[in-house]
């Protein structure tokens, strides 16, 4: 497969490959390497190269983090943890249970040093494989995060009203202003977080199309959500929860009952917004999110 794609991607000829198997070596003299096919981190061709003398193990775009430092080795592991944990979320989140396997295939190997092909070299190993078996396990925090977006303010109210009601109740929210957001900042709170509520006023029949956008990237990201619900604001009539819904298929998530209002938010569709937060709370408690 790689070398299908060197040929089509770099137009490099037939005869200077050697095409190697899983597990096959090369001695360079001194040096060997071991190469280990990890397909699908995130390209079809992945492969890890080890080199045995020296115990590194280069993983190509797995476990990489996009950040262009002068630091060739890893020299603040807080900066280094919040670029590789986004590069995850962006780029290999939605392999998640490929990525199960493949840490499991390098897990008796002897590694002192991890060398992505992005971001800087890892000298603790220990610090990016744990990283990901946290991210890539199925435990999800007591987390919802809010995409949102309004456009005469009333679904901004409700999520600035809802936001509050979860705080109280010891859920951590993340709201994101899609007239603002960065997407990738999006992507990684969707690594821990048991809930998404998507919150959109009713435009030309549907949800806002920034809306729409950020439900397709959500969908793609495959996220380990196990609850989803819809929140917003019509004028007269729309198909908005029924094409959020529909857009959701990759998710194995519970999808709550909507809370979509006429116009701006009045009392009755706060305690709406209440009964939500209960049902919310309720679930995370369940899941012995709530302790
Ligand atoms: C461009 C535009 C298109 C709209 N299309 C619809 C629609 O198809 N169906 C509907 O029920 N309301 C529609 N509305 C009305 C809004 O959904 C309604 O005013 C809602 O309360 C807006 O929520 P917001 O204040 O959060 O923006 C539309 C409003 C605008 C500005």
Redesign the pocket.
Known sequence: RCKDFLKDLLLISEDRFIVVNDHETLSLGDKTLEFILAPWVHWPETMFTYLREDKILFTCDFLGSHLATSDLVIADETKVYEAAKRYYAEIMMPFRKIIKKHLEKIRDLEIETIAPSHGPIYNRPEFILNAYKEWISDDVKNEVVIPYI???????KMVHYFVDVLIEKGITVKPFNLTKTDIGELAVALVDAATIVIAS?????GAHPNIVCATYLVNALKPKLKFACIIG??????KMVKQIKEMLTNLKVEILKPVVIK?YPKEEDFKSLNILADEIFKKHEKLGLIV
């Open positions: 309004s456009m005469h303010g009333s679904t901004d006023p009713m435009v030309l029949a604001s019509y004028g007269w009539g729309g116009g």
